[in-house]
């Protein structure tokens, strides 16, 4: 599973046009529900948006690597 966080829609289907023919996909708009979509799949891999609402890119990894769980999710900014 790859978490695609972008609060641009376009780039969010432009990245799901890309990654989802190998991988299953799942897209969030912010870092809240980034955050949430983390915590409930345990994605493989995340790509994320640096700027965004709710919890900006910075935000939402180091929310990511303080849970035990989580620390060893990798993630592309």
């Known amino acids: 599973v790859v978490l695609i ?24 708009a912010d870092g809240e529900a980034a955050l949430n979509a983390t915590r409930r799949l345990h994605p493989d891999v995340i790509v994320t948006d640096v700027m965004m609402p709710s919890l900006d890119g910075f935000e939402f990894v180091a929310a990511i690597r303080n849970d035990p769980v989580l620390a060893a999710t990798p993630v592309i900014m």
């Open 5 to 28: 966080v972008d609060d641009n829609a376009d780039m969010r289907a432009y990245l799901d046009r890309l990654l989802s023919p190998h991988w299953q996909t799942v897209l969030v």
